[in-house]
């Protein structure tokens, strides 16, 4: 059996409480020894050995939240190339949103979906199933024949599961199967025809805005619900401070609700939007300075568990045009861990944690055998440099899609290495460089 | 005026614009710049020769997204004027494609090499994103709910040559603020020249955040047209209606429609104002748009042809600086 010791690596798995220099052992697909002494004890001579050099080893990330194209967009994005700007951004594995055409809404298409994941075999690729038939909100999906068929979760995407009824009654049944509904917070009511947060920005741009209540309420009235029914309910892309407030009383009340958010909602704020960049066009919309520093305080608190890539691909077609017509979304994949060391860099949020929300916890909410290094595991790991500057550029982005509203954005940190089931899947110095195609803002 | 006259910009305090998409950004001086000129050409329309040669030579499109009959006959007089020569086109934007057509739009029409575009479009931030894809001088002919800044520019040459001075006076913009762009470029002009701006209308019709620009916000006309000199009025968006930003026209025309009443708190000599075209009997009784001593209504489309002209001429002077055309 193959047999690769990784040694003088930065250690890093959140599930272990492990930050040490040390060395990880692997065996075949699986780890076989991981710690401070491994090194010592492990090297023979039919052991491969890498130095490390001092690189962070950590688990490799489990990403809750991706858009692709396929099927039926694959202009958009394929699972081909979702799964290269997930190695590149040491992703190893993720969860599709159903809202794809035809939509993940019945057992059929689901384990059509998993099957072209497991064609592409570079990164583990997992779908959820729509929790309404054809995401209008109305009637449930057959939750159990689909829990039963792989399904990741239910969820309706982008869209709010806006009838209180259906999400009281998905609650409840989903209880059957301790699966999660995963929710998108947005009140379609006061959302409108809004296109970016309400208030002074949106005003002088003459746009029409989605006000933070909109979100709040949303998580309020599911907190109450959940109250009721029991249950699991996870929030998607928490974005306001009112919102999490209110998950963290909940989850000081006992409720069994989690969240995540992504990015752009701790990195970026509704400025962005200043000059129409489409790209900045996102969902929820980017908010205020209060909301990111509230977001930050989340995250470091613990009230928001996952941190995902809300990897929502545009092509120009969608994203070229007056920002009130442009779609919603950003890519995300590639640029998840750089981003969210910032969290590190900045003093937030201690470095555990943040791998910890990138890792471990989203791997426990979806039940995925993933996210830690632990003997036995399989070896799904990362090899990263916290400190390497690099300035992110969207021409150099490995998905199909490269609307990133983080473009031209400088950031400290770099996946060198991604490695699945002890295989390695992406090297920064022998991949080869992505097709330059200059894709023009809006 | 003749082609043998001096232009009326040739004393002209020297303003250079790459683009003219907004009243946001401007300084006071460019805007004093623009109505200095804009005040010559109000001379030289009510001239019976009114044409120029200062633009001979010059090709300036008038790209309409969005119908209006006004505000194209304005600039294409202005152009027309000035000798320049003037293409029409109006262009549908019921497909789905009409972003597609947007970009198309721009990039084949810059081929064409225009001197300059106006453009006027439905969406905010539009007349941006083609600004970024040609090459010649572009002006906003209003987009969205975002900004017309020639509607602000000669609203503001309207008061000044009636009041002499926009620094000081009291200016109440009422009615559906939300979705107005001259709203937008008014209270960004009125505030950088030094005006004291009030915003009446119900709270439906305010957008988030409108104080912090700095005016005052009433939900009364009697309160907020008390002692002011100038009320300019917006037009209701019928089409917006259905919505229920208002609970009917009839009541909203009790509330906040300018009736004579109503203008009575106003001073002695407020005057009136509406960009057109007007809801009779919806924002504005007729019988103060047809009152000659208070409406301003018909004066300012007549310094609409003459701000524009200023503005086609500074935007079409400035593309002949090297500056300009490395942008």
């Known amino acids: ?442 | 005026m003749t082609s043998s006259q001096p232009s009326p910009q040739s004393d002209a305090p020297a303003l250079r614009l790459q683009h003219l998409l907004g009243i946001e950004g401007l300084s006071r001086p460019d805007i004093e710049a623009l109505l200095d000129l804009s005040d010559r050409y109000v001379d030289l329309n009510r001239r019976a020769e009114k044409k120029m040669s200062s633009l001979r030579g010059r090709t300036i499109i008038n790209l309409f997204f969005e119908d209006s009959t006004r505000t194209r006959t304005s600039f294409e007089l202005a152009g027309k004027r000035l000798g320049a020569d003037v293409l029409n086109m109006s262009v549908g934007t019921s497909s789905v494609k009409k972003g597609e057509t947007l970009i198309d739009t721009a990039v084949t029409l810059n081929a064409m090499h225009p001197d300059v575009l106006t453009i006027r479009h439905g969406d905010s931030g539009a007349v941006h994103l083609l600004a970024q894809k040609v090459n010649c001088g572009v002006i906003n002919a209003g987009d969205g709910s975002h900004e017309h800044p020639t509607q602000a520019l000669l609203d503001a040459l309207t008061i000044r040559r009636r009041k002499g001075d926009i620094t000081g006076l009291t200016v109440a913009i009422c009615g559906d603020v939300a979705h107005s762009r001259v709203a937008r470029s008014n209270i960004h002009l009125l505030s950088i020249m030094g005006a004291r701006v009030r915003i009446v209308a119900p709270p439906t019709l305010i957008p988030a955040g409108l104080d912090r620009l700095g005016v005052e916000i009433h939900h009364d006309m009697r309160t907020g047209l008390a002692d002011c000199d100038i009320v300019m009025m917006l037009r209701l968006q019928n089409e917006r209606m259905q919505a229920s930003y208002i609970p009917s026209v009839r009541e909203y025309y009790k509330l906040f429609g300018l009736d004579h009443e109503k203008l009575a708190v106003a001073k002695p000599d407020a005057l009136v104002m509406h960009p057109g075209p007007m809801n009779r009997g919806v924002e504005i009784d007729s019988d103060v748009a047809d009152d000659i001593e208070r409406s301003l209504i018909r004066e300012q489309v007549e310094m609409g042809v003459a701000v524009r002209m200023a503005c086609l001429e500074v935007l079409a002077q400035s593309q002949l600086e090297p500056w300009a055309k490395n942008q």
């Open chain 1, 1 to 442: 059996m193959n047999r690769t010791i990784f040694k003088n690596a930065r250690l890093l798995d959140p599930a272990a409480g492990l930050d040490v220099s040390g060395a990880m052992l692997i065996e075949g697909a699986r780890i076989a020894d991981i710690g401070p002494n491994v090194f010592v004890d492990a090297v023979q001579d039919d052991v491969h050995v890498v130095d490390c050099k001092g690189l962070c080893l950590a688990p490799g990330i489990v990403d809750m939240r991706v858009s692709t194209g396929e099927p039926g967009n694959e202009h958009i994005e394929t699972l081909a190339t979702a799964a290269q700007a997930a190695v590149a951004g040491g992703v190893t594995t993720f969860a599709c949103l159903p809202n794809t055409d035809p939509i993940v809404d019945d057992v059929a298409v689901l384990e059509f979906v998993e099957r072209l994941g497991r064609d592409v075999g570079l990164v583990n690729i997992h779908s959820y199933a729509a929790a309404t038939k054809g995401l209008q909100g109305k009637v449930m999906t057959e939750l159990g024949l689909l829990h039963e068929a792989g399904a990741a979760g239910f969820t309706d995407g982008g869209k709010a599961i806006a009838h209180a009824g259906v999400m009281r009654r998905l609650l409840a049944y989903a209880k059957l199967f301790d699966t999660m509904i995963v929710q998108h917070p947005e009140l379609p009511e006061l959302v409108g025809s809004g296109v970016m947060n309400e208030g002074e920005t949106a005003t002088r741009l003459g746009l029409p805005g989605i006000p933070a209540v909109a979100e709040v309420m949303m998580v309020e009235r599911d907190l109450r619900l959940l109250d009721l029914t029991g249950g699991r309910l996870h929030f998607s892309c928490l974005s306001t401070r009112d919102a999490i407030e209110a998950v963290r009383q909940a989850k000081a009340r006992g409720l069994s609700v989690t969240a995540d958010t992504a990015p752009p909602y701790f990195a970026l704020t509704e400025s962005e939007v200043v000059g129409y960049r489409t790209f900045a066009k996102l969902s929820p919309p980017l908010r205020t300075e209060d909301d990111r520093r509230a977001v930050i305080e989340g995250i470091a608190d613990g009230t928001i568990d996952a941190i995902v890539s809300a990897h929502t691909p545009g092509d120009r077609d969608q994203k070229r045009l007056p920002f009130g017509q442009a779609d919603f979304g950003g890519v995300g994949l590639e640029t998840l861990l750089s981003v969210s060391l910032e969290l590190v860099h900045n003093g937030d949020v201690p470095m555990l944690t943040v791998l910890k929300a990138l890792t471990e916890t989203p791997a426990e909410l979806l039940k995925f055998p993933a996210g830690r290094l632990r003997k036995g595991h399989l070896a799904d790991f990362i090899l990263f440099d916290p400190d390497r500057a690099v300035r992110i550029d969207r021409d150099e982005l490995r998905g199909k899609s490269r609307n990133t509203p983080f473009d031209e954005r400088p950031v400290q940190g770099r996946v060198e290495r991604t490695y699945r089931a002890g295989n390695l899947v992406f090297d920064i110095e022998t991949a080869p460089a992505p097709e330059r195609r200059r894709f023009p803002d809006a």
